[in-house]
């Protein structure tokens, strides 16, 4: 094991580490005998991926994990054409630039979470792939991501996004975590059929351009700057679907004190869940009572106001 600071000692993928990490033998695509389809080289400590996929060898490979290692670069797993799941995660990888031209028509799905990414490419010609996670690592833009067809779930948690600029349009996309990021704005969301939002820990002062996720039933935005009411407005009228909500951590919520579930509830009555907490038969009832007084309390306000209008107006009329 190599010191922190020091370069890793080398030690590439051989024919042995191979051979012992290959199991699940199957009939190979269009016949014509059997293969292994599974590679398992997690926790190797391996820094390179010597030869693999080169020469056509292991070219039936449909799912490779090779997490916990020191990989710094992945071009030759994309040669791997029948691949269909890659873990990645916890390595040394600095750039997947290389899946820009990679040949993995069958990928669904992807780990690249816990490296050191700082942007990530077009992942275009993945044109089947479902699952995308770059959790922990060190991404700032979006930029050249761009639109992508068919991707169901991507994690970018624990990055350092300012913005979503250059996410795109994800037409397919039902679940999007964005946790632990340094967003201030939801601008940029484009997400049609999203079901599942999370941005907590975030630098959000505002919920304007939440309508990007007009299908959104579970929403956590705890732990930001919401402080406005008014921003509540944005989810009754832009999210009507909207049933699961964290608000925990605003300066909203503090401001609602121990009667936030009410408070929010009075204005969102679609909810069934808040800051984790079922929505009971009781704060139902919590939640009209609070409204029928808010109700008196404006009642009150308006009365006042035009009592206060009419002495101004009796005032002004004894000084002429």
Same mark, same amino acid.
């Given at each position: 094991?190599?010191?922190?600071?020091?370069?890793?000692?080398?030690?590439?993928?051989?024919?042995?580490?191979?051979?012992?990490?290959?199991?699940?033998?199957?009939?190979?695509?269009?016949?014509?005998?059997?293969?292994?389809?599974?590679?398992?080289?997690?926790?190797?400590?391996?820094?390179?991926?010597?030869?693999?996929?080169?020469?056509?060898?292991?070219?039936?490979?449909?799912?490779?994990?090779?997490?916990?290692?020191?990989?710094?670069?992945?071009?030759?797993?994309?040669?791997?054409?029948?691949?269909?799941?890659?873990?990645?995660?916890?390595?040394?990888?600095?750039?997947?630039?290389?899946?820009?031209?990679?040949?993995?028509?069958?990928?669904?799905?992807?780990?690249?979470?816990?490296?050191?990414?700082?942007?990530?490419?077009?992942?275009?010609?993945?044109?089947?792939?479902?699952?995308?996670?770059?959790?922990?690592?060190?991404?700032?833009?979006?930029?050249?991501?761009? &639109?992508? =067809? #068919?991707?169901?779930? /991507?994690?970018? @948690?624990? !990055?350092? +996004?300012? *913005? %979503? $600029?250059?996410?795109?349009?994800?037409?397919?996309?039902?679940?999007?975590?964005?946790?632990?990021?340094?967003?201030?704005?939801?601008?940029?969301? &484009?997400? =049609? #059929?999203?079901?599942? /939002?999370?941005? @907590?820990? !975030?630098? +959000?002062? *505002? %919920? $304007?351009?939440?309508?990007?996720?007009?299908?959104?039933?579970?929403?956590?935005?705890?732990?930001?700057?919401?402080?406005?009411?008014?921003?509540?407005?944005?989810?009754?009228?832009?999210?009507?679907?909207?049933?699961?909500?964290? +608000?925990?951590?605003?300066?909203?919520?503090?401001?609602?004190?121990?009667?936030?579930?009410?408070?929010?509830?009075?204005?969102?009555?679609?909810?069934?869940?808040?800051?984790?907490?079922?929505?009971?038969?009781?704060?139902?009832?919590?939640?009209?009572?609070?409204?029928?007084?808010?109700?008196?309390?404006?009642?009150?306000?308006?009365?006042?106001?035009?009592?206060?209008?009419?002495?101004?107006?009796?005032?002004?009329?004894?000084?002429?």
């Amino acid at each position: 094991m190599a010191e922190d600071g020091e370069e890793p000692e080398f030690l590439p993928l051989t024919h042995e580490l191979v051979a012992e990490g290959l199991s699940k033998i199957e009939l190979v695509v269009g016949g014509g005998g059997f293969a292994f389809t599974k590679l398992d080289c997690s926790g190797k400590d391996l820094t390179t991926l010597g030869n693999l996929g080169k020469g056509g060898h292991h070219v039936h490979l449909k799912h490779v994990v090779l997490s916990n290692n020191k990989l710094s670069d992945m071009k030759e797993v994309t040669r791997l054409s029948h691949l269909l799941t890659l873990h990645l995660d916890n390595n040394a990888l600095e750039s997947i630039d290389c899946l820009e031209d990679a040949e993995l028509p069958w990928c669904q799905r992807i780990d690249a979470s816990s490296n050191r990414l700082q942007k990530l490419p077009s992942l275009s010609t993945l044109g089947r792939l479902r699952f995308a996670h770059f959790g922990t690592n060190e991404v700032t833009s979006l930029a050249g991501f761009g &639109d992508h =067809p #068919v991707i169901e779930e /991507l994690d970018l @948690k624990e !990055n350092k +996004l300012e *913005s %979503l $600029e250059g996410l795109g349009k994800l037409e397919k996309l039902r679940k999007l975590i964005l946790t632990g990021n340094q967003l201030k704005s939801l601008e940029g969301l &484009d997400t =049609p #059929v999203l079901t599942h /939002l999370e941005v @907590k820990g !975030n630098q +959000l002062t *505002s %919920l $304007e351009h939440i309508a990007g996720a007009p299908e959104c039933m579970m929403l956590d935005i705890g732990s930001n700057q919401i402080e406005a009411e008014a921003e509540l407005q944005h989810l009754k009228q832009e999210v009507k679907k909207l049933t699961e909500l964290t +608000l925990a951590g605003n300066p909203l919520a503090d401001n609602f004190g121990d009667t936030c579930k009410t408070e929010v509830l009075v204005r969102l009555r679609k909810l069934k869940s808040i800051d984790g907490e079922e929505v009971t038969d009781d704060d139902i009832q919590a939640a009209k009572a609070r409204e029928e007084e808010m109700i008196e309390e404006e009642r009150q306000r308006k009365e006042e106001e035009q009592r206060e209008l009419e002495e101004k107006e009796d005032g002004d009329g004894d000084g002429e």
